[in-house]
């Protein structure tokens, strides 16, 4: 009698277990693992004669990667990718050490107000750039008349305007891991640094830099893995010259229809990921991630 | 020594200025694409590629709503962002509170699984996606995109609300339990409203994303219709029409007011419960007392 009640219980509680955690381990296995491993065995798979796939195993899609023509995208899109992290770090840390060290109430306005401009759709401020930049634009007039050139510069569709979009739409996702950090680091100990007799750089590099150091390197994981990934900007202010992994691996799923080509190249993408998460995990725990 | 400290203070307010100026230059660089994109939006020119002068004429011809291109995606994008929203954030609620609430096998690997469409690139999530679609013969459209937003919402809600979730909330339910209240009781009258603020912001995030997303939009849409977002990626290769900024320009403000209101009701529930809590404490003490 008492066995039976007890098992009637057990069941009992794991319904609300199932009710609650189910659904979203069901859709991320579903729609995240599977994937995932679906696109590392198409990868691995035969171009079919019209597109499509034939399931014959093969490397020659990981062979085409190391051609020259790919190989030169890829390493140039992990180049801008790099420079857009690490001038993201570099102007945003200053930014969000200023932000954290307001008071509580002023720091989030502050942040508030770093995320109204990214209420306006992406697309549409990458297009601003692009007026700001055009050869007749109020950039280019600017330059003129202060005499810094002689004839307008062309700033559309060149690899600088891309990076300047990059640049901004990247900036808040390094800001705000560093802001929680920062935030989160304890003035006493920067005092007793201070006590017992740091100069500000030394307390800045020993102290300061070393503790931020999670909300830094999740920064680098939020610039450097999307704009490795991007192809958008590259579209908007790139026009379709500048060419970037995104481009190529959305150009395999529309007009060229070479998937395993495509799949090869995002399994590149995501080992670089893999890469960076696996260092992360050496310095910090995974679930301190700040991803908000 | 006072000189000292003189210095020291000088020293402060003149690093305090140069962050303030750092700081705007900062936000200059945020906010000057905003606001060049409302110009825009009173172009006089059929295609925006320079100024040519004011005018309001484009908020007058979007009103006059014969740009149906330009509504149906705007309509399309709508009914996916609030379709998303609701799924990603039903299922977030019940994943965040099970997720921290329970222990099972997988666990870890499904916590994993959540940061995956947080920090592998869009496109990966979405081109992996398709694959599969097209390899199942399921057929592209609002359906495919609206899986994929919420793939990428839903560990957003997640991490909000598990955010919210604190010590007590155990204490809590427990207590509702005890007062005879079963768990159906419980969850609708203590775990909902205890984590309420979270969703909130679970669901304003996962509307933002949604609406403002275009990789996803893109890869997984059929030929026939295409969200805003898309709409303005083909256009821009032609240039972009001022009547696509005056709509952008009015989003915003709605997304501005949307979030001020949101923020206010927060406060005000903040304040209530300040309010209420001091009036308990009141309370105990004069029983103490009497």
Not at chain 1, 94 to 116: E, G, N, Q, T, W
Not at chain 1, 146 to 159: A, N
Not at chain 1, 243 to 254: A, E, R, T
Request: glycine share 6%; proline share 4%; net charge positive.
């Amino acid at each position: 009698m008492s066995g039976s009640s007890t098992a009637t219980r057990k069941r009992h509680s794991r319904l609300p277990m199932i009710a609650q955690a189910g659904p979203v381990s069901v859709w991320m296995i579903l729609f995240v693992t599977i994937p995932m491993l679906f696109i590392i065995f198409i990868s691995f798979m035969t171009r079919g004669t019209f597109g499509g796939v034939e399931y014959v195993p093969t490397l020659k899609s990981y062979e085409t990667l190391a051609d020259l023509v790919y190989f030169n995208v890829i390493l140039k899109s992990l180049r801008v990718a790099l420079v857009t992290t690490v001038v993201c770090l570099l102007l945003g840390y200053p930014f969000a050490y200023y932000i954290a060290r307001k008071p509580a109430d002023v720091a989030s306005r502050l942040i508030m107000l770093l995320m109204i401009p990214f209420w306006t759709n992406s697309l549409m401020r990458l297009n601003a750039w692009m007026l700001l930049f055009q050869t007749n634009g109020p950039v280019n007039k600017a330059l003129l008349a202060l005499g810094l050139v002689q004839k307008p510069v062309t700033f559309v569709y060149t690899d600088g305007l891309v990076l300047l979009g990059l640049i901004t739409n990247f900036l808040p996702f390094a800001v705000l891991p560093m802001y929680s950090s920062i935030e989160k680091l304890q003035t006493a100990m920067l005092e007793a640094s201070a006590d017992l007799g740091a100069r500000p750089s030394v307390t800045f590099l020993r102290v300061t830099l070393p503790l931020t150091f999670p909300g830094i390197f999740s920064a680098i994981i939020l610039t450097f893995i999307p704009a490795l990934g991007t192809y958008t900007i590259t579209d908007m202010l790139g026009g379709g010259k500048v060419l970037y992994i995104g481009n190529i691996i959305k150009n395999q799923f529309g007009t060229i229809r070479n998937w395993p080509l495509g799949a090869a190249l995002s399994v590149l993408l995501l080992l670089v990921t893999a890469l960076l998460i696996f260092l992360y995990s050496r310095f910090a725990k995974i679930e301190d991630m700040e991803v908000l | 020594m006072k000189q000292n400290a003189n210095r020291k203070l000088k020293r402060q307010r003149r690093s305090r200025i140069l962050g303030g100026i750092y700081a705007a230059l900062i936000y200059a660089l945020f906010y000057i694409p905003v606001l060049v994109m409302i110009q825009f939006s009173f172009n006089d020119a059929k295609r925006n590629y320079s100024w040519e002068g004011f005018t309001t004429m484009w908020y007058g011809k979007l009103f006059s709503f014969r740009n149906h291109d330009l509504w149906e995606s705007l309509v399309y994008s709508l009914v996916i962002a609030v379709v998303a929203t609701v799924i990603s954030v039903v299922i977030g609620v019940l994943g965040g509170i099970g997720l921290k609430k329970f222990e099972f096998h997988g666990k870890k690997f499904i916590n994993l699984m959540l940061y995956v469409p947080i920090v592998v690139p869009e496109i990966v999530l979405a081109v992996s996606m398709l694959i599969i679609f097209m390899s199942l013969g399921i057929k592209l459209g609002m359906g495919t995109i609206v899986i994929g937003h919420c793939t990428f919402c839903i560990p957003y809600a997640v991490v909000t609300i598990k955010g919210r979730i604190s010590g007590d909330n155990d204490t809590l339910q427990e207590a509702s339990m005890d007062l005879g209240a079963n768990r159906v009781q419980t969850f609708w009258r203590v775990t909902i409203p205890s984590i309420m603020p979270g969703i909130l912001s679970a669901a304003f995030l996962s509307f933002t994303l949604s609406i403002d997303d275009v990789i996803m939009s893109n890869m997984l849409a059929s030929a026939r219709q295409s969200t805003l977002p898309v709409l303005i990626l083909s256009v821009n290769r032609t240039g972009i029409t001022p009547d696509i900024n005056a709509l952008t320009t009015i989003m915003v403000l709605i997304m501005v007011t949307g979030m001020l209101l949101l923020s206010f009701i927060q406060r005000r529930r903040a304040k209530k419960e300040a309010e209420e809590m001091a009036e308990t404490e009141k309370r105990i003490s004069a029983m103490r007392n009497g």
